[in-house]
């Protein structure tokens, strides 16, 4: 059966840190699923070695180093809810993890390794099996770059040439991206006017990134959730 493709790339919050918990001096998983991220044998993942196997929390485990621990993100919870729209007789989801924590965007530039390897991982998606249609980039990325005045200022030229770079290499030039921002530290990078709200680990705040508006939040000094 022919796979609805989606990859998912950026830093730690789309690799998951979602019930990572510093536990006498290490990050531990607490091993805990919520309901809305159960597996299903309709949604598989691309594992490092290139091979489709069942999908299930820790989607990034064998993506990230060793030295990181993953949890919980958002890729089963998007995939599930996918599930629901389009039915699981009609077609498999096809997630393919491609995040690291801790990285900034210039990280991702063509000719990098992470993108490289995101490209590498894309077009073996779609051929590997019975194939599959690549539908979207899932992009969760931006806290690395909020702590300098000058990252911060050119992020969005950056963006628009990764996301440029992404669509040719693919030869995908309508290729949808799909966006989360999110931000940690000082808030001085962000109009006052624009907050909506406020959180239990921070503020909340309207943006406009790449032509599409957006929730951007802005973590508490000391929170982990980065």
């Known amino acids: 059966m022919k796979k609805q493709v989606f990859i998912l790339a950026g830093q730690s919050n789309m690799s998951g840190r979602g019930g990572v918990q510093w536990y006498h001096g290490l990050y531990l998983w607490d091993d805990v699923v919520p309901d809305e991220c159960a597996p299903s044998p309709s949604i598989l993942r691309l594992s490092v070695d290139l091979n489709w196997e069942e999908a299930r ?39 393919v993890p491609c995040a690291v924590g801790g990285t900034a965007i210039k990280e991702w530039e063509k000719g990098s390794k992470l993108y490289n390897q995101m490209v590498q991982r894309a077009k073996a998606a779609a051929e590997i099996g019975d194939g599959g249609e690549i539908k979207a980039v899932l992009w969760y990325q931006g806290e690395s770059d909020t702590d300098s005045d000058h990252a911060s200022k050119v992020y969005e030229e950056n963006l628009k040439k990764f996301i440029e770079d992404v669509r040719s290499d693919l030869g995908l030039p309508y290729l949808p991206f799909i966006q989360v921002a999110l931000a940690s530290g000082s808030e001085r990078n962000i109009e006052k006017n624009l907050k909506i709200g406020e959180g239990g680990y921070g503020s909340l705040y309207k943006a406009v990134l790449h032509n599409t508006t957006v929730a951007l939040k802005v973590l508490k000094n000391g929170s982990n959730q980065g």
Not at 62 to 86: H, R, W, Y
């Open 57 to 95: 929390d820790p989607l990034h485990i064998d993506i990230e180093s060793k030295s990181k621990t993953c949890g919980v993100g958002p890729g089963m919870s998007f995939a599930n809810c996918l599930l629901k729209e389009i039915g699981c007789t009609s077609s498999n989801i096809g997630l």
